[in-house]
C-alpha cells in the first residue's frame, strides 16, 4: 500500500488500479468467505489452511498444495522485509540496503522464538501507528491537480504484471489462519477477523487510489515509491507508519510459516519431520522457525520487492484457489458432515477457485504451468509413500457422487446388449465345496466383468 499503490495508479490509471483493487479483492473475499465456512464446519487445528486442506482432501492432496503455501508465507516475510528496507532508506539513504534487511529480520526473528504472545502485542502499537499514519496522508495536501493525466496514462508496464506486483497487499488474510493452533476460540476468530479485514482493507486502498490520482502526476507517481511519504501532512508519521506496516506483516509471515511446516512435519509429510515438528517450552516451532529463517534470508539476499511479488502471488493464489475447490466439492456433493455456521451459495467458491486458476495463468502462465505440475508430482510422490493419516476426509464422498451420478445417468439411457458386461453377485454358503468352480466363474467376467462372492 504506502509503496505500490500510487505506482500503480501512475502506471496504470485510476480506473485500472482500482479495477485491480477490486480483482484482487474477489480473490480474497471468495477466499475468505470458503475459509470462514470451513473453519465454522469442524474444529480447526494448528497449521491454518493446511489444516483445512488436508482435513478436506487427504495428506497427499494436502502436502502438495501445503508446501507451496508454506512457501509462500516464507518468501512474504522477504517481501515485507524488503518494503522495510525501501522505508528505512527514506530516512538514512546512506546505510547499507542488505545490512538493513539481515538486522531487521535478525530482530523479528528473535521476537518470534522468545514469544509469540509477546510478539503478537507488539501488533497493536504498530496498527495505532499505522492509523495514525493514514490519517497525515489524508490530512496531506498535493501541489497538483491532474486527474487527465491519470487517466489516460501510458505504460510499458503490462496489466497483469501490475496486478501481480499490488496483489501481495491483499494477502495478509491467511495470517490469522495461520495461527489456528493459538486461537482460543478459531471458529470464531477467523471468521471476524478475515472478513472484517478484507472489507476494511478494500475502502483504504480504494481511497489511497483516489486520493493519489487527485493530488500527484503521473510521473511523479511512477517513479517515487514514496510519494505517499511526500504528499503527508507530517511525512515522518507515515515513514514510521510504513515500518510498522511492514514489520507487523513481516511478524506475521515468520509466526504463520513455521506453524504451517511445523503441520507438514507432525503428519509425517516432509523430511526430517521428527526435529522439524517439535515444540519448545513455550510453545514455539523452533527448528521450524530456524529453516523457515534461512529461505527468507536467502530471498533477501537474492530478490527485491518487484521480483519477489510476482512469484509470491501464484503461491498465494494456488492456496485460495484450493480453499474454494475444497468449500464447493463438499457443498455441491452434499455430504451430511459438511454444516458450517456460516452457509455460503455454492456460485462463491465455484466462481473463486476458477477465478484464481484464471488470473494465475494470466499473470504468468509458464510459471504458473510449472507451479501446478510440482503439485501434481508431489501429490503422486505422496501417493506411493502410502501414507495413513489418522484422520477422516472427502475424497470417498467425491467418488461415491461421481458413482451415483454415473448410475442415475446410465438408467435413464436405453439399454442394449452393447453395453452389457458380466458382474456377478453369487450367494455362497460353503466357500470350500466352490473351489472347483471358482476358475470357470472367472472365465465368464473375463476379462473386465467383476464378481462378488
Known amino acids: 500500500?504506502?509503496?505500490?499503490?500510487?505506482?500503480?495508479?501512475?502506471?496504470?490509471?485510476?480506473?485500472?488500479?482500482?479495477?485491480?483493487?477490486?480483482?484482487?479483492?474477489?480473490?480474497?473475499?471468495?477466499?475468505?468467505?470458503?475459509?470462514?465456512?470451513?473453519?465454522?464446519?469442524?474444529?480447526?487445528?494448528?497449521?491454518?489452511?493446511?489444516?483445512?486442506?488436508?482435513?478436506?482432501?487427504?495428506?497427499?492432496?494436502?502436502?502438495?498444495?501445503?508446501?507451496?503455501?508454506?512457501?509462500?508465507?516464507?518468501?512474504?516475510?522477504?517481501?515485507?522485509?524488503?518494503?522495510?528496507?525501501?522505508?528505512?532508506?527514506?530516512?538514512?539513504?546512506?546505510?547499507?540496503?542488505?545490512?538493513?534487511?539481515?538486522?531487521?529480520?535478525?530482530?523479528?526473528?528473535?521476537?518470534?522464538?522468545?514469544?509469540?504472545?509477546?510478539?503478537?502485542?507488539?501488533?497493536?502499537?504498530?496498527?495505532?501507528?499505522?492509523?495514525?499514519?493514514?490519517?497525515?496522508?489524508?490530512?496531506?495536501?498535493?501541489?497538483?491537480?491532474?486527474?487527465?493525466?491519470?487517466?489516460?496514462?501510458?505504460?510499458?508496464?503490462?496489466?497483469?504484471?501490475?496486478?501481480?506486483?499490488?496483489?501481495?497487499?491483499?494477502?495478509?488474510?491467511?495470517?490469522?489462519?495461520?495461527?489456528?493452533?493459538?486461537?482460543?476460540?478459531?471458529?470464531?476468530?477467523?471468521?471476524?477477523?478475515?472478513?472484517?479485514?478484507?472489507?476494511?482493507?478494500?475502502?483504504?486502498?480504494?481511497?489511497?487510489?483516489?486520493?493519489?490520482?487527485?493530488?500527484?502526476?503521473?510521473?511523479?507517481?511512477?517513479?517515487?515509491?514514496?510519494?505517499?511519504?511526500?504528499?503527508?501532512?507530517?511525512?515522518?508519521?507515515?515513514?514510521?507508519?510504513?515500518?510498522?506496516?511492514?514489520?507487523?506483516?513481516?511478524?506475521?509471515?515468520?509466526?504463520?510459516?513455521?506453524r504451517t511446516l511445523a503441520a507438514l512435519a507432525k503428519d509425517k509429510l516432509v523430511p526430517f519431520h521428527r526435529i522439524l515438528s517439535k515444540y519448545s517450552k513455550n510453545g514455539e516451532p523452533q527448528y521450524a522457525t530456524i529453516i523457515t529463517a534461512i529461505i527468507i534470508e536467502v530471498a533477501i539476499l537474492l530478490g527485491d520487492l518487484n521480483t519477489i511479488a510476482p512469484l509470491l502471488t501464484i503461491f498465494f493464489l494456488i492456496t485460495y484457489g484450493s480453499i474454494n475447490m475444497v468449500v464447493a466439492i463438499e457443498k455441491g456433493i452434499g455430504i451430511p458432515s459438511f454444516r458450517p455456521s456460516i452457509n455460503i451459495p455454492l456460485i462463491i467458491p465455484i466462481f473463486g477457485s476458477l477465478w484464481c486458476l484464471v488470473t494465475m495463468f494470466l499473470i504468468n502462465p509458464v510459471f504458473s504451468g510449472i507451479s501446478i505440475s510440482l503439485i501434481i508430482l508431489t501429490y503422486f510422490f505422496q501417493m506411493k509413500r502410502q501414507i495413513k493419516a489418522d484422520w477422516g476426509d472427502i475424497r470417498g464422498g467425491i467418488f461415491n457422487a461421481i458413482a451415483e451420478w454415473g448410475a442415475k445417468t446410465a438408467t435413464r439411457l436405453p439399454y442394449h446388449a452393447k453395453v452389457w458386461k458380466p458382474n456377478m453377485i453369487i450367494p455362497i454358503e460353503d466357500p470350500g465345496s466352490w473351489a472347483y468352480l471358482i476358475k470357470f466363474i472367472r472365465n465368464i467376467v473375463f476379462p473386465s466383468g467383476s464378481i462378488r462372492l
Open 1 to 258: 500500500m504506502y509503496l505500490r499503490t500510487g505506482w500503480m495508479v501512475g502506471n496504470v490509471g485510476l480506473s485500472k488500479a482500482i479495477l485491480i483493487i477490486v480483482l484482487a479483492k474477489l480473490v480474497t473475499f471468495t477466499t475468505g468467505l470458503s475459509t470462514s465456512s470451513l473453519a465454522t464446519n469442524v474444529k480447526m487445528g494448528a497449521g491454518g489452511f493446511y489444516n483445512l486442506l488436508s482435513r478436506s482432501l487427504g495428506a497427499e492432496i494436502g502436502s502438495a498444495i501445503g508446501i507451496p503455501l508454506f512457501l509462500s508465507q516464507a518468501l512474504s516475510c522477504a517481501l515485507y522485509v524488503a518494503g522495510f528496507t525501501e522505508g528505512w532508506l527514506l530516512l538514512f539513504p546512506q546505510h547499507n540496503p542488505l545490512m538493513i534487511s539481515s538486522t531487521i529480520f535478525a530482530i523479528i526473528l528473535l521476537l518470534s522464538l522468545i514469544d509469540s504472545k509477546a510478539a503478537i502485542r507488539t501488533q497493536y502499537l504498530m496498527m495505532s501507528v499505522i492509523v495514525l499514519s493514514l490519517i497525515s496522508f489524508f490530512l496531506g495536501k498535493g501541489e497538483l491537480s491532474v486527474n487527465s493525466q491519470i487517466q489516460s496514462v501510458a505504460s510499458e508496464i503490462p496489466f497483469w504484471t501490475v496486478f501481480a506486483i499490488f496483489f501481495p497487499a491483499v494477502t495478509g488474510i491467511t495470517a490469522g489462519a495461520s495461527m489456528s493452533g493459538n486461537l482460543v476460540n478459531p471458529r470464531k476468530s477467523i471468521p471476524v477477523g478475515t472478513l472484517s479485514a478484507i472489507s476494511i482493507t478494500a475502502v483504504i486502498y480504494i481511497s489511497v487510489a483516489i486520493w493519489l490520482s487527485n493530488n500527484a502526476s503521473s510521473d511523479e507517481l511512477q517513479n517515487n515509491y514514496s510519494i505517499m511519504v511526500d504528499l503527508s501532512r507530517w511525512p515522518i508519521i507515515v515513514i514510521i507508519g510504513l515500518l510498522s506496516a511492514t514489520a507487523s506483516s513481516a511478524l506475521g509471515s515468520i509466526l504463520g510459516a513455521p
